[in-house]
């Protein structure tokens, strides 16, 4: 690589000393010119954002994402250097809620309860291994972070089957769930100008109903929507009395589900919430 070619590929990206991200995509040993290698063969994976350089070794590794999408998985690291795309925006994961384990989400979410220490799988943006509620320690910074964006991303069996993105800027960590925020949906009439009996984080709390999006309520058996934490420990309808809380609800159409007939089609395997 000559000079011309060393300075476009540090135009590309920027240099943290001392990082590495964990669970990289590949990795492989480099030649004389390792950080042009390195950064070259970045470009070539459509979803790399950043890499690990090892320069006594000459060892690189492409990573998925850059460090605020790892969150906890960026170690300090004397020896390595982590390199990260400029120009591209980078996804953040903030939140990642998960069924079954006996947690509010919304009272973890709001940092009223702290949930115990997360593994690093619960990181992951698709693996569905995780055995607590995963909280990014910037959320409790959010209204000093740069935020465009905050999308709320469903998943079952590790796909995404529903999300609600939101404008994020000037938002706190409540107010950014609000259809007057909405920018784009999977369901395609879940938009600011649709009638809502309920929107909001806090939801319906007597009956421990948060994130929830509803549009209609008629004597529990036709309690109509598009999601819903239910959350523990009250419920105050058959439609939420199940085993195993917290549960996410929604609905697996493009319109709305009646809670009451919906099937185990209508239950997410767990929730994030991710900021760009």
């Not at 030649?31 to 290698?37: A, G, V």
């Not at 959010?142 to 991303?153: A, D, G, K, P, R």
């Not at 819903?228 to 589900?257: H, L």
């Amino acid at each position: 690589m000559n000079t011309a070619e060393e300075s476009i590929y540090a135009s590309l990206f920027y240099g943290l000393a001392g990082y590495r991200v964990r669970n990289s995509l590949t990795s492989f040993t480099l030649s004389d010119s390792y950080f042009s290698e390195c950064c070259m063969r970045c470009l070539q994976y459509q979803n790399c954002y950043s890499v690990n350089i090892q320069g006594d070794d000459r060892f690189c590794e492409i990573n998925t994402l850059g460090p605020s999408g790892y969150g906890d998985l960026v170690d300090a690291n004397g020896t390595w250097t982590l390199f990260i795309r400029t120009y591209v925006p980078h996804n953040e994961l903030m939140f990642r809620a998960t069924p079954g384990v006996g947690l509010s989400v919304k009272d973890s979410w709001l940092g009223n309860i702290i949930p115990p220490t997360a593994q690093d799988t619960c990181i992951s943006m698709k693996n569905t291994s995780c055995s607590t509620h995963y909280r990014n320690p910037r959320v409790d910074i959010w209204e000093s972070l740069s935020i465009s964006q905050v999308t709320l991303e469903l998943y079952k069996h590790g796909s995404k089957v529903a999300f609600i993105a939101f404008d994020g800027k000037d938002s706190t960590i409540e107010n950014w769930f609000n259809s007057s925020r909405i920018l784009n949906s999977s369901w395609s009439n879940v938009t600011p100008s649709t009638i809502y009996n309920y929107f909001s984080i806090k939801g319906h709390s007597e009956c421990s109903r948060s994130f929830f999006v509803n549009t209609h309520y008629h004597n529990c058996s036709v309690d109509t929507g598009y999601m819903v934490v239910v959350d523990p420990p009250t419920a105050c309808c058959p439609w939420e009395n199940v085993p195993n809380k917290p549960q996410f609800f929604y609905s697996a159409a493009d319109g709305t589900v009646t809670y009451q007939s919906g099937s185990t089609d209508t239950y997410s395997d767990h929730v994030h919430f991710v900021i760009r």
